[in-house]
């Protein structure tokens, strides 16, 4: 079955949702049903030697099904949207070249619609004198500083912009002050030649919480704390940015004495609880391009195959 290019349309599945729902188990699953492959949209397992912290899909779903984009860059290796989105496209295009169905999986709201929706992002290459600058700036101004330029100089991207994701505040800056355009006016949109159908796995919060947490202490018993001993031992400072991801940064708190062993673990939780949060502006429960389906108590895999059935392989 040619699942990519159905009817002379070139076809791709998209598994999106909150942290802990289930994205990566039922993309793999669908996939190898299908005759599909996997396109990894979470930007923490890009990096090799971050297993657990990450819940990179099993060696053993690796084996049944092709995953693409999981361990393609060490830890301090800089990586991009830009750079997702041109390894994202070449993955999309070397499974359609083989007749195989792709299913795009991750919670990382930005990767998912970019790739999704064709953003058109700035071909700036990072300044990393002008970043350390700004992030002086916030440290000794606070964060509200970096805020109030932005406004000045892209109001439009200012009003939108995660006032928390201070990186990304620093990179509308970065564009601006190297270019001269404000970053909304270089984020066009070129929606790709394919069609798209969009899985969105919801779970209740208290039940979506208890998963969170238990996938928590799972990796706290598979040997994280480990994990990440190991990558400081081999040279990946705690002061980089893949470093910076829920549990790699509680942990690093913790083997430098910040945080004990039980706050470590609580701070884990609580900031994955913040986490699928945050993924709801990103996964709107209302957004009709979702084909939303209840994870928290039934087997989801069924009505998903239902949705693929009905949306990509019927005639």
């Not at 238990?214 to 990440?228: C, F, P, S, T, W």
Request: net charge negative.
């Amino acid at each position: 079955m040619n699942g990519g290019d159905h009817d002379g349309k070139r076809r791709l599945i998209a598994v999106v949702g909150p942290t802990a729902a289930g994205k990566t188990a039922l993309a793999a699953r669908l996939a190898e049903r299908l005759g599909g492959e996997v396109i990894n949209a979470d930007s923490r397992q890009l990096y090799r030697g971050m297993e657990i912290g990450t819940a990179k899909p099993t060696r053993a779903e690796r084996h049944r099904v092709r995953h693409h984009l999981i361990d393609i860059a060490d830890p301090d290796e800089p990586f991009n949207l830009s750079r997702y989105l041109d390894l994202a496209k070449e993955a999309l295009n070397d499974s359609w070249s083989r007749g195989a169905l792709p299913f795009i999986a991750g919670g990382t709201g930005q990767y998912v619609w970019a790739l999704l929706e064709g953003w058109q992002v700035p071909r700036v290459p990072p300044d990393l004198e002008l970043r350390a600058e700004l992030e002086a700036q916030a440290q000794r101004e606070g964060p509200q500083s970096l805020l109030d330029e932005l406004a000045e100089v892209d109001p439009e991207y200012a009003a939108r912009v995660d006032s928390a994701n201070i990186r990304r505040v620093i990179r509308a800056l970065e564009v601006f002050r190297r270019t001269g355009r404000p970053i909304s006016a270089c984020q066009t949109r070129e929606p790709p030649d394919c069609d798209a159908t969009i899985i969105g796995l919801s779970c209740e919060r208290d039940a979506l919480y208890r998963r969170i947490d238990e996938r928590v202490e799972a990796m706290i018993a598979g040997g994280l704390v480990d994990e990440v001993r190991g990558l400081i031992e081999r040279g990946y400072g705690c002061e980089l940015p893949a470093m910076s991801g829920i549990g790699y940064r509680q942990v690093c708190q913790h083997l430098a004495g910040d945080l004990s062993y039980e706050e470590m673990i609580e701070r884990i939780k609580t900031a994955t609880h913040r986490l699928a949060r945050s993924q709801r502006a990103w996964f709107r429960a209302d957004d009709a391009r979702i084909h939303w389906v209840d994870a928290t108590t039934d087997d989801p895999f069924p009505q998903a195959l239902r949705i693929v059935e009905s949306e990509v392989l019927a005639p």
